[in-house]
């Protein structure tokens, strides 16, 4: 899965999983982690359609909250993610 509109519709992912990380001038996006559907390609014929679902949520608070919320969804921390994210 890339942003590129002349690859292979039928390569790539369903679901990716990524998180960003520094880049090579130091610099970096997030840090976030990110899940991301993929809807499928599909070749239609005239008068076909297909549809797609994306749900995209985002939690805000503090860090006690979103460790419930990222315990009961994801089965892990938010030490566990900090560690990742800030390793010593």
Not at 19 to 32: I, V
């Amino acid at each position: 899965q890339e942003w590129n509109t002349e690859a292979d519709p039928f390569k790539g992912d369903a679901v990716n999983a990524y998180n960003d990380g520094p880049l090579e001038d130091g610099s970096q996006m997030g840090p976030f982690y990110e899940l991301e559907s993929v809807s499928p390609a599909a070749f239609l014929s005239p008068g076909e359609s297909m549809e797609h679902f994306h749900h995209v949520y985002h939690f805000t608070g503090n860090e006690n909250e979103l460790d419930k919320i990222t315990r009961q969804l994801l089965g892990i921390s938010i030490a566990e993610i900090n560690g990742v994210f800030n390793p010593k």
